[in-house]
């Protein structure tokens, strides 16, 4: 199988920017029609290539160093699982060829993001105590390609990419550049000096607990704000802003729990029986895992947190702004995560203050 067709670099870098993804809403919010696009390359200086299929699936915001369908939006799940999906369906002529060195856009179905999508995160213990009202979508946008060579509807064909099942969890995906994810995502502050945004964590593995250490980062703008964030700015209605970048960072920024994370952790072991539990209770107190009360609820730039083996594991981006700024004010944050194996994953979300 070769690997002429790219969307990538994979996952590697800085794939919270990858520009082949694009939203055309800038932002996905409620019950506001919007279409994924994905940009397919063809690497090949002599070998033209039919593109058999691009597939997309939105997740809930995440630092997941590979894939996991637990984070898939609900309104994508289930008889929806490939509704974002372009089938390059024979015969001729209409097939999707790129050729040497070109470059193709492919606009995947309309999708509305309903309801329940924004209610990701109703569930997990202690959200009622957590979440403010929830105004946008934030999400991560999983893209792969797949094609053959030489474009043809008969004889023999040489595969480039293949199908890949979104009903899974993959620590290969983004192993190549067939794959891609976009996790950059834009919150509007509407007169607000505070910002709570809901993401997991997690890694795939074996064994009862993985540590983690999550990193809260905010990106210095001398040099201007991000073009993708701007084309995001505009995309969502605000282009009219007086959009500048923050000169000063923000007063606190960092990583906090979802109270009642340990009680779930807690009740993992417990199902598995008494002497796990002992176990487990013994391990709590060497770890620091506390009661709901005790928990340390402040953000914190560097958190460490043990995460069940290929669950998804719920955490809070917290940040306090300074109250003088102007209307147009952008702040950038990275948030990443990183396994013993040194694998990172992550996201950027950018805010503007915008009026009411």
Known sequence: M?????????????YWNNSNIGISTGNLNVAQPTTISV??????STETVR??????????????????????????????????EFDNVFPFP??????????QIISLPQWTPASNDIHHFDNVPGAQFDLPQKLTLHACVFANCFGSWPPQSGG?????GQFFNWNSISNAFCGDTHHAQHNTTLHRLANQLGLIVPFYAGA???????????????????????????????????GGLPIAPATAPAKVAGVAEFRGVAERIRHVFEELGDEIRE??????????????????????????????????????????????????????????????????????????????
Do not use: M, W, Y
């Not at 940009?39 to 090949?44: D, G, I, K």
């Open 39 to 44: 940009r397919v390359t063809n690497n090949s």
């Open 204 to 238: 795939t593995g074996e064994g009862r607990l993985i540590p983690l250490k999550l990193t809260v980062a905010e990106v210095p703008q001398t040099g201007g704000i991000d073009p993708l964030i701007l084309e995001k700015i505009r995309l969502a209605g605000l």
């Open 94 to 103: 209409g097939d999707v060829v790129i050729p040497p060195n070109g470059q």
């Open 2 to 14: 070769t690997a002429f067709l790219q969307i990538g670099p994979g996952c590697g870098g800085t």
């Open 156 to 160: 023999q064909v040489n595969d480039d």
């Open 279 to 356: 176990g487990f209770e013994h391990l709590r107190g060497n770890l620091g895992f506390e009661d709901d009360e005790t928990d340390d609820p402040s953000p914190q730039a560097v958190r460490e947190v043990r995460v069940v083996p290929n669950e998804v594991h719920p955490l809070l981006l917290k940040a306090d702004f300074v109250g003088n700024e102007p209307i147009g004010i952008v702040h950038i944050f990275d948030v990443t995560q990183e396994d013993p194996s040194g694998a990172r994953g992550g996201f950027r979300l950018a805010t503007v203050l915008a009026p009411d």
């Open 51 to 84: 593109v058999n299929g691009v597939q997309a699936s939105v997740c809930a915001l995440n630092t997941l160093t590979g894939f996991n369908s637990a984070s898939i939006l609900p309104s994508l799940s289930g008889p929806n699982l490939n509704l974002l």
